[in-house]
């Protein structure tokens, strides 16, 4: 599924605020795509529910995009 450019436009600024790429969080979001469709969810929109799981995974939640945060380096604090 594409993501909608208003999506990859906000996916654009919480990169920049984040420790996380723009690629990461397309990630994330079409995998919360996925999960819309396979659910069957239809309390939400798509789009809400895909960049609820992004937010989540910026937060530290969602333990299921793991793989995804293995690639990311943590910055050390100079003393």
Do not use: C
């Not at 079409?30 to 798509?46: D, P």
């Not at 960049?51 to 690639?71: E, P």
């Amino acid at each position: 599924m594409a993501i909608p450019e208003n999506a990859k436009k906000t996916l654009r600024k919480k990169a920049q605020s984040s420790k996380y790429t723009y690629g990461q969080l397309a990630q994330v979001y079409r995998r919360g795509q996925g999960a819309y469709v396979s659910s069957g969810s239809r309390g939400t929109s798509m789009a809400a529910w895909s960049m609820g799981r992004v937010n989540s995974f910026i937060r530290g939640g969602h333990s299921q995009d793991n793989d995804i945060k293995r690639g990311v380096k943590k910055t050390k604090k100079k003393m």
